[in-house]
């Protein structure tokens, strides 16, 4: 398969970017922005339901529409990052980020809302790929691991801290200020690196970008959710659901025939079976997965089951904040020393650890401590999945790897949403505490088997 035609942007000088590391707090807190919108909504999910008349499947699309939108559309983003520069495109990201998070508070119906999330995640898919390449393309050697460090710490506590920041607001305001705090921020980032980002011309950039393969990645991923949340009501032996589950087969077999038959693919699909970049894409996925499920359980077991407001589920969930963000700044020290394969696994254990204690004991106590336990050890995995998968790319694969990396972390938040949404169904109805129980169960499952992959994929060091 011939090498995608890439737009090559006007050289970096040589040496350090003098304005590297304001570049890095200004698209850093653009990045939060965009994980805080992965949680954020999650306390707010019952007043949303109860305000706009939506049920469990559609409560479920609020997380996911974003997140699929996102995932779907991030190996498009990182393409175009290549093409045309990651400095417009984060600009572009910003705006529409902004204008979609208006659209979404302003949400009078169930659609208005899933569509201004759906814009949201167009948005997100256009600024972080773009953002994190920038990090990759200034930074280097030891420099390039702390940025990384510092960025995962930014996404892994942004997401326990949109829980936290949608309890106040959801307890304060009401829940449309979720979205309309991002308007001010997205236009302050927007001017501020508009000065701070050197204008960077893209070059010769002839190729076209891969809309169908785009297509058929969120169509597959689309089809493997909605699978996911049916199982809930109709079971998942129903013909449907298996229907559905061969669809999404099938459209991610196109997908692969596509990018190996496109003349300016979407992605190099070698690029994905490089081993640190699929065992990066793979601890990611996992990562987001556990952690969406610790909210998304945690929300409504809180709200639903303990009957606690708003505020106080979002002050219980402080911990979770706090821990992941001591996981992701510690694992951003000891990988060098550990190693990724060793700090992987340990991440992944302590995660399943933590998972078990709200599994096998009821009450809030018993919750919080080991969902807190759970978050340290994912805050872990999202340093050592980026530094697994980041750390070896050529610079004119940034965009694109930081995609991968990207697209994994959101379809882990989606399927994670709709797989602990079905097994939770009776639960989230407040009716009972054992959906509850096994979705627990399955994430400290998930996570011992992925600590098992992780052992024998990740690569050694070279020495």
Do not use: C
Not at 395 to 416: K, M, Q, R, W, Y
Not at 424 to 429: K, N
């Amino acid at each position: 398969m011939a090498e995608p035609v890439t737009a090559t942007e006007t050289p970096v000088p040589e040496g350090p970017h003098p304005q590297r590391w304001r570049i890095l707090g200004l698209v850093g807190i653009a990045q939060l922005m965009l994980i805080l919108d992965v949680t954020v909504v999650a306390i707010a999910l019952p007043h949303m339901g109860s305000d706009l008349g939506m049920g469990r499947e559609a409560l479920t699309w609020v997380v996911s529409g974003y997140t699929l939108a996102f995932g779907g559309l991030l190996l498009l983003g990182g393409r175009a990052a290549d093409l045309f520069g990651a400095r417009r495109l984060v600009l572009a990201g910003l705006l529409l980020f902004s204008v979609a998070s208006l659209t979404a508070g302003l949400a009078t119906s169930g659609p208005m809302l899933l569509g201004g999330r759906v814009g949201q995640g167009v948005a997100a898919a256009i600024l972080s790929p773009a953002a994190l390449s920038l990090v990759v393309t200034i930074f280097d050697g030891d420099e390039r691991n702390k940025a990384l460090g510092i960025w995962s710490a930014l996404g892994g506590g942004g997401a326990a801290l949109g829980v936290l920041l949608g309890g106040l607001l959801t307890a304060g305001p009401g829940w449309p200020w979720v979205f309309f705090v991002n308007v001010p921020v997205g236009i302050i980032l927007l001017l501020a690196l508009r000065m701070q980002l050197p204008p960077r011309v893209a070059n010769g950039a002839t190729a076209r970008l891969d809309v169908p393969g785009a297509v058929l990645v969120t169509a597959a991923t689309a089809a493997l959710i909605y699978a996911l949340i049916r199982a809930g009501d109709l079971g998942w032996g129903s013909p449907t659901i298996l229907v559905l589950l061969a669809v999404a087969v099938l459209l991610y077999a196109a997908f692969v025939v596509r990018q190996r038959l496109a003349t300016s693919p979407l992605m190099d699909v070698r690029l994905l079976l490089r081993r640190p970049v699929a065992t990066g894409a793979l601890l990611i996925l996992v990562a987001t997965a556990l952690m969406i499920t610790v909210f998304f359980l945690g929300t409504f077991y809180l709200q639903n089951y303990q009957g606690y407001g708003a505020l106080r589920t979002g002050l219980l969930f402080l911990p979770v904040a706090i821990a992941t963000m001591l996981g992701a700044n510690a694992g951003g020290r000891i990988i060098g020393r550990l190693g990724a394969r060793t700090l992987g696994v340990l991440g992944l254990l302590v995660a399943a650890a933590g998972m078990a204690v709200p599994a096998l004991v009821d009450g809030t106590v018993p919750l919080v401590i080991g969902v807190s336990v759970a978050a340290a050890g994912t805050g872990v995995l999202f340093v050592v999945a980026s530094a697994t998968a980041l750390g070896q790319v050529a610079p004119h694969e940034a965009g694109l790897a930081s995609g991968i990396v990207s697209t994994f972390h959101e379809f882990g938040a989606s399927l994670g949403a709709a797989l602990v949404s079905s097994m939770a169904a009776a639960s989230i109805a407040g009716t009972s505490a054992a959906g509850f129980s096994r979705g627990f169960t399955t994430g400290a499952v998930i996570a011992v088997v992925a600590a098992v992959l992780a052992f024998f994929l990740t690569p050694r060091p070279a020495h």
